[in-house]
């Protein structure tokens, strides 16, 4: 008989304690997404930030954190539409960049006469120069304060065939010109120079993809190619 006032206090007390205020609901519910939509649109603003910057990378992960943490939200909506292209900008930076660190840069100082500027990149592909294996090749393309500008391919095995002078197949993104090269009689390097430095700069400035085929003394003509569209011309200031 005891049990019974405590039950029915129970009875009468639980759901007094389920109901809620539809009010109080209200405004939390507006609070929590008053919050959301302030996050979200500073969001928005480094998105916009960094497009203007032309940091489209940076501006891809805003973009993508916007939709998936706040994807109702009206910075979302105003977002989207834009992702595709800015998305497309991000690959072809990323590509950019890629092709900028195969490119080394020197800069040296050469006595009192002043400084030797180069700017040097390794094949694509290595490169069987003489039927031990494959190796390397490197493109250099050198300003010297005494003996001015030139262009020439460096082997790691082997040798060219072109002490007399050769003709060279240069191929710039499938299309195709001649060019002079030649084997100066030296033992200091294993290189061969292309004589027309000024149109093989010219090539390596203005496409992406550069071949040239060369002879060797082993194992007769090869070709290196390399992935030229990241060079930086301002780098050898003065080559056109």
């Given at each position: ?12 007390w639980?759901p007094a304690c389920q109901?809620e ?24 603003q480094?998105f ?13 992960g805003?973009?993508d ?13 105003r ?39 180069s700017?040097?990149?390794?094949s ?19 300003d ?8 020439y391919l460096?082997?790691?095995a ?21 060019l002079p ?13 292309i004589?027309?430095?000024?149109a ?29 569209g ?6 050898l200031?003065?080559?056109?």
């Amino acid at each position: 008989m005891r049990l019974l006032p405590l039950a029915l206090v129970c009875c009468l007390w639980l759901p007094a304690c389920q109901r809620e205020d539809p009010q109080a609901t209200a405004r939390a519910a507006a609070a929590q997404a008053a919050t959301q939509e302030q996050a979200a649109a500073a969001m928005e603003q480094q998105f916009d930030a960094a497009v203007a910057a032309g940091n489209w990378r940076l501006a891809k992960g805003y973009g993508d954190v916007l939709q998936v943490d706040h994807p109702t939200s009206a910075a979302a909506a105003r977002v989207k539409p834009q992702l595709a292209d800015i998305q497309a900008k991000a690959e072809a930076q990323a590509q950019q960049d890629r092709l900028a660190v195969l490119w080394d840069y020197g800069d040296e100082a050469v006595g009192k006469e002043g400084h030797q500027l180069s700017a040097a990149i390794y094949s694509q592909e290595p490169v069987d120069t003489d039927g031990s294996g494959a190796h390397p090749v490197r493109l250099i393309f050198r300003d010297h304060p005494s003996w001015g500008r030139s262009a020439y391919l460096v082997l790691q095995a082997g040798d060219f065939d072109c002490y007399k002078g050769c003709k060279l197949q240069v191929t710039l993104d499938g299309k195709t010109v001649i060019l002079p090269g030649t084997r100066p009689r030296t033992d200091e390097a294993i290189a061969m120079f292309i004589d027309d430095h000024k149109a093989l700069w010219k090539l390596a400035r203005t496409g992406k993809r550069l071949s040239i085929e060369f002879p060797t003394r082993q194992v007769g003509k090869r070709t290196a190619s390399f992935e030229v569209g990241g060079l930086v011309p301002s780098k050898l200031p003065g080559w056109k």
